[in-house]
């Protein structure tokens, strides 16, 4: 499975984006998606994740209540709303792809990662 994630930029605090993460390659409908960060001097962090199906979510506390995670298994995306957003949310944002179809929260669980795309939101 080949990803790529886009629809980075720069907002300004409490203003939304909504990331896109296409995918290509193997039935995608067999993968668990996730969205994980990475800011500046720290380490990658869970953001979101995704069954198969998409009836099962799962977010970060962090973000929980202002990001939302979705799937279009026809058309082999999976996008990740972002509203009320911070400061702390700057950050690159990469999806991933899990040979499994069960939400998957933990980073080593993921098979297939993505380039990410770059969030910056100013205050």
């Known amino acids: 499975v080949q990803l790529q994630a886009f629809g980075g930029g720069l907002v300004q605090a409490g203003g939304s984006l909504r990331l896109s993460c296409a995918a290509s390659?193997?039935?995608?409908?067999?993968?668990?998606v996730g969205w994980f960060r990475q800011a500046p001097g720290k380490e990658r962090e869970f953001v979101a994740a995704?069954?198969?199906?998409?009836?099962?979510?799962n977010y970060a506390a962090s973000v929980k209540g202002r990001f939302t995670i979705s799937r279009d298994n026809v058309k082999n995306m999976v996008y990740l709303q972002m509203n009320s957003l911070k400061s702390e949310d700057t950050a690159v944002y990469s999806c991933?792809?899990?040979?499994?179809?069960?939400?998957?929260?933990?980073?080593?669980?993921?098979?297939?990662w993505g380039q990410g795309t770059l969030v910056t939101v100013s205050s």
């Open positions: 991933a792809a899990a040979r499994t179809r069960l939400v998957v929260v933990t980073e080593y669980e993921y098979n297939y």
């Open positions: 390659g193997r039935t995608f409908s067999n993968y668990a």
């Open positions: 995704i069954s198969w199906s998409g009836g099962s979510t």
